[in-house]
């Protein structure tokens, strides 16, 4: 069984561009969770949605970032415009809502922002 | 809000030796507790996790964890490390909803 699966797994962008993040959650997980990991940080919940559906964004750091998951299969976590501050690694995961919070996380896409 | 504290940013063992990394969480109700590890350039991968009953878990790789409500912490413990232990772990407690809260994360370092 595959894993969550993240795309790109580096992107390199400069500022000022719109950077779209791409996450497969694991077949059959109701949750889905995207992370922000910086040195400065740690790991961050930016947004987490349940059935597709956005549950909680009060993580998500300015209205320049959004996060959209049009079916059970697919979520992107765009950035527009990026700025440097938004270099980290970024990370999707999933999980059964019956498995409370066993969340299974993807490789994580490296975003470095020019 | 919840939170969780790993007081240890780094630790370095040898080979062989024991381990344990701390945490402490604050939380008001009875905590789900977990233990992810991160090798470099992945992701992370639950350990272990407590949600009731016995307080001494097991986890995958041979590591154990054990609650202690009145210490507030859940640590992390392996009798004997490999070198392939070497990765950053981290100690997360579970918010309202389904949110994880994690803590700074603990780098284990292994001298062959």
């Known amino acids: 069984d595959a894993g969550v699966i993240q795309s790109p797994r580096h992107e390199v962008t400069e500022m000022g561009q719109e950077v779209t993040l791409r996450c497969k959650p694991i077949?059959?997980?109701?949750?889905l969770f995207w992370y922000r990991q910086t040195m400065m940080r740690g790991l961050e919940l930016l947004i987490y949605f349940n059935n597709n559906v956005p549950i909680d964004d009060s993580g998500m750091p300015e209205d320049r970032f959004s996060a959209k998951m049009p079916n059970a299969s697919f979520s992107t976590l765009k950035i527009q415009p990026s700025e440097p501050r938004d270099s980290a690694v970024y990370f999707c995961?999933?999980?059964?809502?019956?498995?409370?919070?066993?969340?299974?996380f993807g490789p994580g896409t490296r975003l470095t922002v020019l | 809000a919840q939170s969780v504290t790993q007081p240890d940013i780094h630790i370095t063992v040898s080979e062989g030796a024991s381990l344990e990394l701390r945490c402490n969480y604050s939380?008001?109700?009875?905590?789900?507790l977990f233990w992810y590890v991160q090798s470099p350039g992945q992701g992370l991968q639950l350990l272990l996790k407590?949600?009731?009953?016995?307080?001494l878990v097991q986890g995958i790789k041979g590591f154990e964890a054990e609650f202690k409500r009145s210490q507030s912490s859940f640590n992390l413990r392996k009798p004997s490390v490999h070198w392939s232990d070497a990765a950053e772990y981290f100690c997360?407690?579970?918010?309202?909803?389904?949110?994880?809260?994690f803590g700074a994360g603990t780098i284990l370092r292994v001298k062959s």
């Open positions: 077949s059959g997980h109701d949750y």
């Open positions: 939380y008001g109700a009875t905590p789900y």
């Open positions: 995961a999933s999980s059964y809502s019956n498995r409370v919070n066993e969340q299974f």
């Open positions: 997360a407690v579970q918010e309202y909803g389904n949110k994880l809260v």
């Open positions: 407590y949600f009731s009953g016995d307080t």
